[in-house]
């Protein structure tokens, strides 16, 4: 655009100047031929040739050609341009007189010259220049000519024959070459638009449209995140708000001057922000997750972290901050849900503690009631039992001094005996079971005592004690590191006893027995393996074996079935695990944790 | 020979029964008061209820059960060792339990001596035999009303 107006500019200012320099060639042109046909006619004139007392209006129609001197002046003046080669291609000097109230064209002299003779009214509206020239006027214009065509004329009037000359050339040569230059001014104008569009098109537009797009890009990510990206000056005043406020708070935050990133926080957490942000300048830190409340369009609290980084001026100073604004909320909610959660599980957990507690006493009395109360009528059936025996011996000794009788013998001697055996042994029996019980309520029982006890030492101990089935089944003991345990030391040599009596008990009759006892420490706890290669418990026992009164496998060892389920309350209580894996006919490997830590422990 | 009475305190009829003929068995010929509650012996004691204006033996020991409906055994024992007039009255605990924390609790409140009663019948008669050489040689004095 600015490439065509400076060339039109430009061509404006050289048209002007070429149309006045032709104009002063025409002027030029006229005013010297007028001034040689004044010359020539005033030679004439001399020698009597021109009628000079008429004025030229009133000579008549004929006056000007009929008239000798005026004749001999007009040929000369044709035979001068005859010599003269005329100007431009349309250039032409007109020379014309009024005859009858006519404009009458005595020569028109052009490429060609024309002496032959036309008129044309004076009053028409053709052949202006002639008709100011003939009317005594000078001076250019553009106008038109006898034929009509539109000219640049310069007329003069020729004084002494009061002719008119017209030095004229078409308007249209005038203009030709500007037409020609402007077209080609044009077309080179066009041509670099064109070019430029080109260069801009296959050059600068690719980079212009990376520069666009990097920076939708840019505005895209930036408008797209779900984080609000703010930036602010040294007051507070919001100098950039990306539009997620629109979600995140409901409405965009214009920024005017004055709109203050804290008039959208929760008034009573202002003053925490405010100080973060201060604290921040002085510190010339980065703000990192300032958590506060900003209050939405609806009214409601929206949690927003808050992280920026301070912007320095050159003397580094902080002068502002530019930062993020992660909306919370949900996490925030969450968080809440799950403290909820926290405490409802903490006081069911505690009510169910307090109920399994309480049970786990119920239980324990239970236990304890039922050995006592059970004991009881035992007392009274075995005491009976053992009166009734005394009394039936009594008889018997005197039925044999007295009575032969073979039935009321064979009733003292065999039947009454074994009724009584009998009774005797279940009675026995069922004082074990009880005592078993009463054994176990009591190990739930006791008041534990926590202490540092060596835990290779109760081997040590255990396995003197078992020394003569050691020696006497040929087995061998491995014993490796043991750690000295915070725990009961009672507790401990029980359930060592009883785990190394059952490896003894049940060794394989195939095979020499090999018993390992080693530990494992996992820093939090020890685990304790006592290994043997006995006889092992199949797959379907394996789950019962903690079980009271449970006995698996072959029935050739006298037990309890007690020691287990005794050993687990034990180990349970101290706050361990107790697990077996065992392969028939392979051997068994009972593992108990320990707690390191002697608080862990106690319960 | 002694004077002094017996007083068996058990729910339990049979027991009192086979600790009163063991007794005579090993020669004891000594007053036996078979009583079947706390409250009875509290009673008997103190001579209040249907034991109201009879007289109290003048030497007294107690064997005394524990685990017994309506006021336990650990009751009547607290009862008696704080009162002025009963608390010089021997009490011997005789009892199924052989729980430690029971019998430290007995102890406490002052029994004299704490047997347990064995279920094999003759552990229990040995035990009933101890109780007699016992009896036999402590001095018992007499009960203050």
Same mark, same amino acid.
């Given at each position: 655009?600015?490439?065509?107006?400076?060339?039109?500019?430009?061509?404006?200012?050289?048209?002007?100047?070429?149309?006045?320099?032709?104009?002063?060639?025409?002027?030029?042109?006229?005013?010297?031929?007028?001034?040689?046909?004044?010359?020539?006619?005033?030679?004439?004139?001399?020698?009597?040739?021109?009628?000079?007392?008429?004025?030229?209006?009133?000579?008549?129609?004929?006056?000007?050609?009929?008239?000798?001197?005026?004749?001999?002046?007009?040929?000369?003046?044709?035979?001068?341009?005859?010599?003269?080669?005329?100007?431009?291609?349309?250039?032409?000097?007109?020379?014309?007189?009024?005859?009858?109230?006519?404009?009458?064209?005595?020569?028109?002299?052009?490429?060609?010259?024309?002496?032959?003779?036309?008129?044309?009214?004076?009053?028409?509206?053709?052949?202006?220049?002639?008709?100011?020239?003939?009317?005594?006027?000078?001076?250019?214009?553009?106008?038109?000519?006898?034929?009509?065509?539109?000219?640049?004329?310069?007329?003069?009037?020729?004084?002494?024959?009061?002719?008119?000359?017209?030095?004229?050339?078409?308007?249209?040569?005038?203009?030709?070459?500007?037409?020609?230059?402007?077209?080609?001014?044009?077309?080179?104008?066009?041509?670099?638009?064109?070019?430029?569009?080109?260069? =801009?098109?296959?050059?600068?537009?690719?980079?212009?449209?990376?520069?666009?797009?990097?920076?939708?890009?840019?505005?895209?990510?930036?408008?797209?995140?779900?984080?609000?990206?703010?930036?602010?000056?040294?007051?507070?005043?919001?100098?950039?708000?990306?539009?997620?406020?629109?979600?995140?708070?409901?409405?965009?935050?214009?920024?005017?001057?004055?709109?203050?990133?804290?008039?959208?926080?929760?008034?009573?957490?202002?003053?925490?922000?405010?100080?973060?942000?201060?604290?921040?300048?002085?510190?010339?830190?980065?703000?990192?997750?300032?958590?506060?409340?900003?209050?939405?369009?609806?009214?409601?609290?929206?949690?927003?972290?808050?992280?920026?980084?301070?912007?320095?001026?050159?003397?580094?100073?902080?002068?502002?901050?530019?930062?993020?604004?992660?909306?919370?909320?949900?996490?925030?909610?969450?968080?809440?849900?799950?403290?909820?959660?926290?405490?409802?599980?903490?006081?069911?957990?505690?009510?169910?503690?307090?109920?399994?507690?309480?049970?786990?006493?119920?239980?324990?009395?239970?236990?304890?009631?039922?050995?006592?109360?059970?004991?009881?009528?035992?007392?009274?059936?075995?005491?009976?039992?053992?009166?009734?025996?005394?009394?039936?011996?009594?008889?018997?000794?005197?039925?044999?001094?007295?009575?032969?009788?073979?039935?009321?013998?064979?009733?003292?001697?065999?039947?009454?005996?074994?009724?009584?055996?009998?009774?005797?042994?279940?009675?026995?029996?069922?004082?074990?079971?009880?005592?078993?019980?009463?054994?176990?309520?009591?190990?739930?029982?006791?008041? =534990?005592?926590?202490?540092?006890?060596?835990?290779?030492?109760?081997?040590?101990?255990?396995?003197?004690?078992?020394?003569?089935?050691?020696?006497?089944?040929?087995?061998?003991?491995?014993?490796?590191?043991?750690?000295?345990?915070?725990?009961?030391?009672?507790?401990?040599?029980?359930?060592?006893?009883?785990?190394?009596?059952?490896?003894?008990?049940?060794?394989?009759?195939?095979?020499?027995?090999?018993?390992?006892?080693?530990?494992?420490?996992?820093?939090?706890?020890?685990?304790?393996?006592?290994?043997?290669?006995?006889?092992?418990?199949?797959?379907?026992?394996?789950?019962?074996? =903690?079980?009271?009164?449970?006995?698996?496998?072959?029935?050739?060892?006298?037990?309890?079935?007690?020691?287990?389920?005794?050993?687990?309350?034990?180990?349970?209580?101290?706050?361990?695990?107790?697990?077996?894996?065992?392969?028939?006919?392979?051997?068994?490997?009972?593992?108990?944790?320990?707690?390191?830590?002697?608080?862990?422990?106690?319960? | 020979?002694?004077?002094?009475?017996?007083?068996?305190?058990?729910?339990?009829?049979?027991?009192?029964?086979?600790?009163?003929?063991?007794?005579?068995?090993?020669?004891?010929?000594?007053?036996?008061?078979?009583?079947?509650?706390?409250?009875?012996?509290?009673?008997?004691?103190?001579?209040?209820?249907?034991?109201?204006?009879?007289?109290?033996?003048?030497?007294?020991?107690?064997?005394?059960?524990?685990?017994?409906?309506?006021?336990?055994?650990?009751?009547?024992?607290?009862?008696?060792?704080?009162?002025?007039?009963?608390?010089?009255?021997?009490?011997?605990?005789?009892?199924?339990?052989?729980?430690?924390?029971?019998?430290?609790?007995?102890?406490?409140?002052?029994?004299?001596?704490?047997?347990?009663?064995?279920?094999?019948?003759?552990?229990?008669?040995?035990?009933?035999?101890?109780?007699?050489?016992?009896?036999?040689?402590?001095?018992?004095?007499?009960?203050?009303?």
């Amino acid at each position: 655009m600015i490439a065509l107006a400076t060339m039109t500019v430009v061509y404006v200012v050289l048209w002007q100047t070429a149309i006045e320099q032709k104009k002063a060639d025409l002027v030029h042109i006229a005013q010297s031929q007028a001034r040689l046909i004044e010359a020539i006619a005033r030679f004439d004139m001399r020698h009597n040739r021109i009628d000079w007392e008429t004025p030229i209006g009133e000579r008549g129609p004929t006056s000007l050609l009929s008239q000798r001197a005026g004749a001999d002046t007009f040929s000369q003046i044709v035979d001068a341009h005859k010599h003269y080669k005329g100007f431009g291609l349309t250039g032409e000097i007109v020379i014309a007189g009024i005859e009858d109230s006519q404009i009458r064209f005595l020569l028109r002299h052009g490429s060609q010259i024309f002496s032959e003779s036309k008129s044309i009214p004076f009053d028409a509206k053709l052949a202006e220049p002639m008709r100011r020239a003939l009317s005594n006027l000078s001076g250019t214009m553009v106008g038109l000519d006898y034929d009509g065509t539109e000219v640049l004329a310069a007329y003069e009037p020729v004084d002494v024959l009061n002719l008119g000359i017209v030095a004229k050339i078409n308007f249209l040569e005038v203009k030709q070459p500007f037409i020609k230059a402007g077209a080609i001014t044009l077309a080179i104008t066009l041509g670099i638009i064109l070019l430029g569009g080109l260069f =801009f098109r296959f050059l600068a537009s690719p980079i212009a449209q990376q520069i666009i797009d990097s920076e939708n890009k840019f505005k895209n990510l930036v408008e797209n995140i779900s984080e609000w990206i703010w930036e602010i000056n040294l007051a507070g005043d919001i100098l950039y708000s990306s539009p997620q406020t629109k979600k995140i708070l409901g409405f965009t935050i214009n920024t005017y001057p004055g709109t203050q990133l804290f008039q959208f926080i929760n008034p009573p957490e202002k003053p925490k922000a405010v100080a973060s942000f201060k604290l921040c300048i002085i510190n010339k830190q980065p703000l990192i997750a300032l958590k506060c409340s900003f209050i939405h369009k609806s009214g409601q609290l929206v949690h927003i972290e808050l992280n920026a980084d301070p912007i320095f001026d050159e003397n580094n100073s902080v002068i502002g901050f530019r930062g993020v604004g992660h909306d919370i909320s949900e996490r925030v909610a969450k968080d809440d849900q799950l403290r909820l959660y926290q405490e409802t599980l903490e006081l069911r957990v505690r009510e169910r503690t307090e109920e399994l507690e309480q049970i786990n006493t119920e239980m324990r009395n239970f236990a304890y009631i039922i050995s006592h109360d059970l004991r009881s009528p035992l007392v009274s059936i075995t005491g009976f039992i053992g009166e009734l025996k005394e009394d039936i011996e009594l008889i018997r000794k005197y039925s044999e001094n007295h009575d032969n009788s073979s039935e009321l013998t064979e009733a003292l001697n065999e039947r009454i005996p074994e009724s009584l055996y009998f009774i005797n042994s279940a009675t026995e029996k069922m004082n074990h079971l009880i005592q078993s019980i009463l054994m176990l309520s009591r190990a739930g029982r006791r008041e =534990f005592h926590f202490e540092p006890v060596n835990l290779a030492e109760i081997v040590k101990n255990t396995l003197d004690s078992f020394a003569y089935q050691i020696d006497h089944f040929n087995v061998s003991v491995k014993v490796g590191d043991l750690p000295t345990l915070i725990t009961d030391q009672l507790a401990m040599e029980q359930i060592i006893a009883n785990l190394l009596g059952n490896a003894l008990k049940y060794l394989s009759s195939e095979r020499n027995g090999v018993i390992t006892i080693f530990t494992e420490d996992s820093g939090q706890q020890s685990i304790i393996h006592i290994q043997d290669n006995g006889r092992g418990i199949s797959a379907t026992d394996l789950p019962h074996i =903690f079980e009271l009164f449970k006995r698996v496998g072959k029935q050739d060892v006298s037990g309890d079935g007690m020691g287990l389920t005794y050993v687990q309350t034990l180990v349970r209580r101290l706050g361990g695990k107790i697990s077996c894996t065992s392969t028939l006919e392979q051997g068994s490997q009972f593992s108990f944790s320990m707690f390191n830590q002697a608080e862990v422990a106690k319960k | 020979m002694n004077n002094i009475s017996i007083i068996l305190v058990d729910d339990e009829p049979a027991h009192n029964a086979l600790v009163r003929r063991n007794l005579i068995k090993c020669g004891l010929a000594n007053e036996i008061i078979p009583l079947s509650s706390g409250q009875q012996l509290l009673d008997f004691i103190f001579t209040e209820g249907k034991y109201k204006n009879q007289p109290l033996p003048q030497k007294i020991l107690i064997l005394l059960d524990i685990n017994m409906p309506g006021i336990t055994g650990i009751e009547v024992l607290k009862t008696l060792k704080t009162n002025a007039i009963s608390c010089h009255i021997p009490v011997i605990i005789f009892t199924t339990s052989d729980d430690p924390a029971e019998i430290n609790t007995c102890f406490r409140l002052g029994c004299n001596a704490y047997l347990v009663k064995p279920v094999e019948h003759h552990q229990f008669v040995e035990k009933i035999q101890e109780l007699g050489r016992f009896l036999a040689l402590t001095q018992i004095p007499y009960a203050t009303t």
